[in-house]
Every structure is written in C-alpha cells, then in structure tokens.
Nanobody
Framework: QVQLVESGGGLVQAGGSLRLSCAASGSIFSIKGMGWYRQAPGKQRELVAGITNGGRTNYADSVKDRFTISRDHAKNTVALQMNSLKPEDTAVYYC???????????????WGQGTQVTVSS
C-alpha cells in the first residue's frame, strides 16, 4: 500500500513564508512526476507546481517567483517553499505523485490527504 503524507500547513500573515513537505511511503517501485495542487473553497483544484523525474519544474503563473518546488529522490519526498504569501494563496494543498507501486501494472496518480494553508491579510 502507498501513502502520501503532507505536513507543514498552517496560518501565516500576508508576506510570510511556509514550507510544505510530502513523503511517499509503502511498496513503491518508481515515481515519475511529483507536484502540489491546491483547492480553495468554491473553486476547482489547480496545479501549483510540478517537478519531473529529471528535475524539470513548472509553476502556475500566480506563484512564479514566490514558490519553489524541490524533490529528494532517495527519500521519495517533495517540498514546496512558499514565500511572499498572499491571502489568495489560502487553500487546501495536496501532494500528488505519478507512481508505480509494486504489484501494479502501470503508473497511477496518488494523492495526499491535504493540508490547510491560510494566509491572513
């Protein structure tokens, strides 16, 4: 069984910083892309940042130059450093991995349970 567990969410004032972490564990054979998504109340889930197996990154326009995604292949972890936070960054943040579990036949999307980020003005 595979699990993605996030940590690091919380309440911060506008202009502050938070660091989210996500660890994938269980019967993992291989991980391709990993990323962070977020969902604000009444809105659809959106991609915040992604990182490929080769280290190529992509970001939503709204977070470019403020957020940085990084990955530790050996530990199967992905992190999101969020700086200069704005009230509009308030959302539940979800970790995602394109992952091949042992015993599976293909790569599948796995999701964490989500962590709340609240930015006060």
């Amino acid at each position: 069984q595979v699990q993605l567990v996030e940590s690091g969410g919380g309440l911060v004032q506008a202009g502050g910083s938070l660091r989210l972490s996500c660890a994938a564990s269980g019967s993992i054979f291989s991980i391709k892309g990993m990323g962070w998504y977020r969902q604000a109340p009444g809105k659809q889930r959106e991609l915040v940042a992604g990182i490929t197996n080769g280290g190529r990154t992509n970001y939503a326009d709204s977070v470019k130059d403020r957020f940085t995604i990084s990955r530790d292949h050996a530990k199967n972890t992905v992190a999101l450093q969020m700086n200069s936070l704005k009230p509009e960054d308030t959302a539940v943040y979800y970790c995602n991995a394109d992952l091949f579990a042992r015993g599976s036949t293909r790569y599948l999307d796995y999701w964490g349970q989500g962590t709340q980020v609240t930015v006060s003005s």
